[in-house]
């Protein structure tokens, strides 16, 4: 922590300044948040007045000399103002020979706000590791591998003519995806985080193969845009699409807000995608301790976290089956 302002730090103000005047000096020790006071002068005794020796009067005693009266010396005493606890800038401060000595105005100073929006907020993926985290996340498994010897040798065996060439499964990206994202109350904190995954998923997947619709609570309740009067039911794409949800699954949810989904109707979500075929991750900003363990039996949850990369990724849990 740093020491506060001593009058050692005014003195070394004044050095660096050098002020010629005691209104430049009073000046800097405002800005200190201290108050200066010139130093007493000793003022310099008057000379005694000459002392004429009163008119004689004729007695017949002789006159009785008199004295000169001593001079006090007068100190002047500077009392200080009333607020020493601090200073307040009313505007800028001229010098005598006119340069300014605080040239910005109270008014031209950043408010709290300003200096508040201006700080850059870290995402909550590492930019250099996004682009990986998603191609990651959004890869179906497709029969686009190598050739499937055993398959190719059982076929043969069978006496069945080959119409294609059986493959080996491998991830690819998915040709489309569905970015759901919760736009609750409890993702407020994490909106500027959503945009920045849209902006994302968009690059990596083409923003023509990419579907962005919103919804609160869950998607069963309603899902579209902005330019909607009414968000109609999801529409499920088909079984290539991945499905990205932005959201935390209702686990932020504040005690004074029902509109939350519950675990119930995101376990009948994950069961409407699972009839369908469809993959589903969902990017959650809480860590893994804190998920409901039936969501996490069925959807693919990643830690939408600094610390999270491809191959945590790669190794996340699969929702299970049946």
Avoid: N
């Avoid at 909106?191 to 997947?205: M, N, S, W």
């Avoid at 039911?233 to 519950?262: C, E, K, N, W």
């Amino acid at each position: 922590m740093r020491p506060p302002i001593s009058s050692a730090d005014l003195l070394r103000a004044f050095r660096a300044l050098s002020p010629s005047t005691e209104k430049e000096k009073r000046s800097i020790a405002q800005v200190l948040g201290l108050q200066w006071t010139p130093p007493a002068v000793l003022m310099k005794a008057l000379p005694p007045r000459s002392q004429e020796p009163a008119p004689a009067v004729a007695t017949p005693s002789a006159p009785v000399p008199t004295s000169p009266v001593p001079q006090r010396e007068s100190i002047p005493v500077a009392h200080p103002g009333s607020g020493t606890a601090g200073f307040t800038i009313s505007g800028p401060e001229k010098r005598d020979d006119g340069a300014m000595l605080w040239p910005t105005a109270p008014g031209d100073f950043e408010s709290a706000g300003a200096i508040a929006a201006a700080v850059e907020v870290a995402p909550l993926f590492v930019p250099r590791w996004t682009r990986a985290i998603l191609s990651t996340s959004l890869a179906v498994r497709s029969a686009i591998g190598p050739a499937d010897i055993r398959e190719i040798v059982s076929e043969i065996a069978r006496g069945r003519l080959l119409r294609r060439l059986p493959r080996l499964p491998a991830a690819t990206m998915a040709p489309r995806v569905d970015v759901l994202v919760d736009v609750g109350d409890s993702m407020l904190p994490f909106a500027e985080d959503q945009r920045g995954v849209i902006k994302a998923v968009q690059t990596v997947a083409g923003s023509d193969s990419v579907r962005i619709l919103k919804f609160t609570g869950s998607p069963l309740r309603g899902a579209g845009t902005d330019e909607m009067d009414e968000w109609p039911a999801y529409s499920f794409p088909s079984s290539r699409t991945h499905v990205l949800m932005l959201t935390d699954l209702g686990i932020g949810r504040p005690p004074t807000i029902d509109t939350q989904a519950g675990v119930e109707e995101w376990r009948r979500f994950a069961w409407e995608l699972r009839r369908r075929g469809i993959s589903c991750t969902a990017f959650v900003p809480y860590p893994a301790k804190r998920w409901p363990l039936a969501l996490a039996r069925r959807f693919r949850l990643v830690e939408w976290d600094r610390a999270t990369t491809a191959g945590s990724v790669r190794f996340s849990r699969r929702p299970e089956k049946g």
